[in-house]
């Protein structure tokens, strides 16, 4: 038995009993872990020992080895990220990124990870509301990239061939990755150009592309790319909440 400190972000909390709840922390130095928290539910509004969903803080946590649930002996907050609670949009792009970690992490310290899930989250917070589709969709990317899901831009996925900088391609998404123009593509998939293949090169590396187009048509391939190869076929109920208002730019897919 040991005690860690570690940042931690939360990333989902279930009620267990009147007074404990059962956390589920991306820590720092532990990776992935449940942890009980006992005695936190009264007065759980705010302050010290009571982190809320997508919180940020310094937990020292008590480590059994044995345990499934380890048991949370302090919590210290750091980020409370109450600005991502207020608007469904922020709410489901980091409830997105959460999904993820909670179902591919694993319990090995990742720091990558946790670095990027902690800047994402900042900055889907404090993003302007226009820009708020190009946080989520580099947050989510990135989360696919660092869990090692990240999919094949520059090869063709059939034939190997590297794609032409000007190469109109397709998206194959059972295979996660382009098409090059010389092989037939699956029936209904996107297509993908070389503008469209930069900005997504460049949401995998967290970054939104300054002059971002088809936001609508991009969160549809995460969608689908997410729950065909992350979620097992399940799709998040998030995605609905990011439906661009205009449907003609959802539809538009990232041609060029
Ligand atoms: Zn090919």
Known sequence: ???VTTPVVLLRAHPYSESSRVLRFYTRELGLLGVMARGVRQGASKGRGSPGTFGEGIAAIVVRETRELQSLREFTPVKTRFGLAGDFRRLAGASIAAELVLRHAGQEPHAELYDALSEGLDRLEAVMPANVHGEV?????????????????????????????????RFDLAAGGVRGPGCPAPPGSRRIGPVARAQLQSLLEGL?????????A???????????????????DSFRFLDPPDQ?????????
Not at 208 to 216: A, E, I, K, Y
Not at 248 to 256: F, G, L, N, S
């Open 1 to 3: 038995m040991s005690t």
């Open 218 to 236: 991009h969160l549809s391939l995460l969608n689908d790319f997410t729950t065909f190869h992350m979620l097992g076929g399940r799709r998040l």
């Open 248 to 256: 003609a730019a959802r539809d538009d897919p990232p041609t060029d």
């Open 208 to 216: 939104v592309p300054p002059d971002l187009r088809g936001s609508g």
């Open 137 to 169: 969709l580099a947050l989510g990317w990135r989360m696919v990239q660092i869990l090692g899901f990240g999919p094949e831009l520059s090869a063709c996925t059939a034939c190997g061939e590297v794609l032409e900088e000007g190469d109109m391609g």
